[in-house]
């Protein structure tokens, strides 16, 4: 493993994320992400518009399109985890992301339901596998205090990244021909796999342990029970096995319903149930992002202690509960009143989202066997996943459907889930501590 740099303090945004660039595995991860992400900025722009307005799809099969297409990201997020343990993660993060990106280049040629579905659910495949996979190198290519600092610096390029793509998008948007659209989509699709070749670049201490797939037998042709020994402790120390890790992934992908909130309760609730104009959807959204790029990485700071990223995960469940309220007090306001109490609520909303990310990357990492690193992230991943899945029905049925009572009802699922990862943290701080004392 490359020695780690130390994390020197510089001013500005550049600066924050400078500092770590020092790292020669970062270094590669920031480049393959600002590539790859542009070209996703630029899907997550126009994918739905390409859908109804070109390929024809209805409303009803584009919804189902990206809800297969999520499904497979369920299973690829821990499949992608488990593989990493067996082969070079590295080259499965090169293959799987360079495929993603020509498969997301073959939506140019998309012509009708059936063919946008099996494309959505292999590039949703392997964009998945090749996160969890990510997350593996991640979590052996850095000591403890520098992961969290690696996950926070990568989604401020992330967030970047995906704002750059949705500016190439607008040409799409702004010409409205199907040439145009296909035109940006292919582009946008080889430029995701052009950003799976800095990764290439990583070194071999990323990959999965000899102990994972060595041999079980010596030169004479005899069973080596040494490696048997290690290859059948290497199995049981499985995520699955691990209680306190799954619960920690339960809790975790229940708070992640707050993306969800996000990108479909929000707009959902200003467009339909307050007097503030319909721009306010971009006005809050383009909110979050510069919040998230500003303040990720330093917010992010001491959140490899275990301590630490339960006490951020508290703080962000009360964030996360006061947003819901006030984002519930702003219908039936003024136009200028809603405007206002809507952008408060997204402050708390992002401040919350960026706090519960710190401490959720702390945990996955700390908490977790080091010997299945590739196993337990897959198993974070898959977690987070079905939180995903099920956001847009569980905002649905509460906010959406109740209003002020749905609202806090999901106040309460948010501090809630918050008070239990709290706890897990308190509790393995207290484990860990009683060793070093004896």
Known sequence: MPEPQPITEKRGLRGRIASGLSDPVLRALVTATAVSRIGRGVFLTITVLFFTRIIGLSAAQAAIVLAVSSGFGVVASFLGGWLADRWSARRLTFAFEALGGMLLAAYAFAGDFVSALVLASLSGFFDSIGHSARAAIIARGFVAERRVHARAVLRTVTNVSIAVGSGVAAIALALGTPEAYRAVILAAGLFCALGSLPLLRLTSAVDAPARANGPVRTATGSIDTEAVAARSDWRRRSPWRDRRYLLLCVLSAVFGM????????????????????????????ITNTVLVVLFQVRA???????????????????????????????????AWAAIVML???????????????????????????PVRAGAYQGVFGMGFSLGALASPLVVNATAIAHGLAGWGMLALIFLTAAAGIWLIARRAARASARPASA
Do not use: K
């Open 258 to 285: 707050q993306f969800g909130v996000a990108e479909l309760g929000v707009p959902l609730w200003i467009t339909t149930q307050t007097n503030a104009p319909t721009v306010m959807v971009s006005v809050v959204l």
């Open 300 to 334: 992010s700071r001491g959140t490899h202690d275990v301590r630490t990223a339960g006490r951020v995960t508290m703080i962000a469940g009360w964030l996360m509960a006061a947003a819901c309220l006030v984002y519930a007090l702003a219908a039936g306001l003024p």
């Open 343 to 369: 952008l408060v609520a997204m402050i708390a909303h992002t401040f919350a989202e960026i706090l519960s990310q710190a401490g959720a990357w702390g945990l996955s990492f700390e908490l977790a066997d």
